[in-house]
């Protein structure tokens, strides 16, 4: 796994061994951030259930001024913590070493509102609606906050609009799925 594009070009990623993580592939990635290019300039960008970084470093890379990496296996937080210092955007990026929704709980005080937030939770566990709803209420996505969501194809997001949110695009690969959501400004 590597960094794509951006001032980290061509860096090798490391990732932690066996199952705990699920890292995106690098064309998946490619085809994401093609999509969300044109607003990661000077951005501030969430990365929920973090892994090796790869996502958030890829925003750093790419030009978002900063990243907030949210992950709680001890394991993968050191390879985010290797993965910023390979790649020389530790200073640009904060690592939050707890489960997700303690992460948001800790952002909340802050007082940062994130440009992007992106999830790539354990599949099939309903986590997505865990973060949305936790989402709903909270002055770290606004109206303009872009949410993006790696899940499996069956997860079902019909639920996202009886929660205040709008589905602005889904893009389906052959094992999993992103779906672009933002707060519905007419709920």
Sequence with gaps: MRVIAGSA?????KTI??????PTTD???ETLFNMIQNRLMQSC??????????IGIEALSRGASKAVFIEQNPR???CI???LKATHLEEKAQ?????VLTGLKRLEDTNTCFDIIFMDPPYDMEWEKKVLAYL???GIADQETLIIAEASLKTDFSCAEHMGYMVEKNKEYKTNKHVFLRKDFRA
């Design 9 to 13: 070009r061509r860096i090798q990623l």
């Design 17 to 22: 061994g066996g199952l705990d993580t699920r």
């Design 27 to 29: 064309r998946i990635k």
């Design 45 to 54: 960008f969430l990365d929920c259930f973090s892994g090796s970084g790869a």
């Design 76 to 78: 993968a937080v050191e």
């Design 81 to 83: 913590r290797q993965n």
């Design 95 to 99: 690592v939050l070493t707890c489960d």
């Design 136 to 138: 709903k209420d909270s």
